[in-house]
T-cell receptor
Framework: AQSVAQPEDQVNVAEGNPLTVKCTYS??????LFWYVQYPNRGLQFLLK??????LVKGSYGFEAEFNKSQTSFHLKKPSALVSDSALYFC??????????????FGAGTRLAVHP | EAQVTQNPRYLITVTGKKLTVTCSQN?????MSWYRQDPGLGLRQIYY???????DKGDVPEGYKVSRKEKRNFPLILESPSPNQTSLYFC???????????????FGSGTRLTVV
């Protein structure tokens, strides 16, 4: 069965420092992987995705994520954190070519707190 | 503007009083889905729809109903709400599978439901 794990409930980082939000997945075949961000009182916003190709994908707001097939990981990164990056981040996986069934499986979420 | 619109944003109701949360998308997406978000559990799928008149259960369908009479609308119905359905609800839409599964979801802004 497909699953996504975000091992950290919260990540704390100082403004200007690099940040990493971890995600590991379990899915048969080659996965489609996504990161979403949720700001307070808002819906989820798409950040970036990995479908195929280069293992390092770049997304919105300066975020990037690295796909590592051997470690089944898709960690979200940013070289220099901003206070405005503080939000709830969700990793998600979809199994491709699954007969049109588009279900996204979400992790439990990681709260990122960036301190001034 | 491409969007998914949910209403209402906030709703407080009493146990047993039927309610409907509306969801509408303007992107001509075939796939629509409802999720509930609870702390520590991430997003869990309630129901989904592959197209008009095609709906199916997700992971947590008990106590909910849906309908898909038109492509753009996918209302969530709680026939007899209970306190354990107090949650944050999100509607999402997407293009369908195959190459369509490369795309993530577009989410609505959410409906915070409290059942007392």
């Amino acid at each position: 069965a497909q699953s996504v794990a975000q091992p950290e409930d919260q990540v704390n980082v100082a403004e200007g420092n690099p940040l990493t939000v971890k995600c590991t997945y379990s899915v048969s075949g080659n996965p489609y992987l996504f990161w979403y961000v949720q700001y307070p009182n808002r819906g989820l916003q798409f950040l970036l995705k990995y479908i195929t190709g280069d293992n390092l994908v770049k997304g919105s707001y300066g975020f990037e994520a690295e796909f590592n097939k051997s470690q089944t990981s898709f960690h979200l990164k940013k070289p220099s954190a901003l206070v405005s990056d503080s939000a709830l981040y969700f990793c998600a996986v979809r199994r491709p070519f699954s007969g049109g069934y588009n279900k996204l499986i979400f992790g439990a979420g990681t709260r990122l707190a960036v301190h001034p | 503007e491409a969007q998914v619109t949910q209403n209402p944003r906030y709703l407080i109701t009493v146990t047993g009083k039927k309610l409907t949360v509306t969801c509408s998308q303007n992107m001509n997406h075939e796939y629509m889905s409802w999720y509930r978000q609870d702390p520590g559990l991430g997003l869990r799928q309630i129901y989904y729809s592959m197209n008009v008149e095609v709906t199916d259960k997700g992971d947590v369908p008990e106590g909910y109903k849906v309908s898909r009479k038109e492509k753009r609308n996918f209302p969530l119905i709680l026939e007899s709400p209970s306190p354990n359905q107090t949650s944050l609800y999100f509607c999402a839409s997407s293009q369908t599978g195959g190459t369509g599964s490369r795309y993530g979801y577009t989410f609505g802004s959410g409906t915070r439901l409290t059942v007392v």
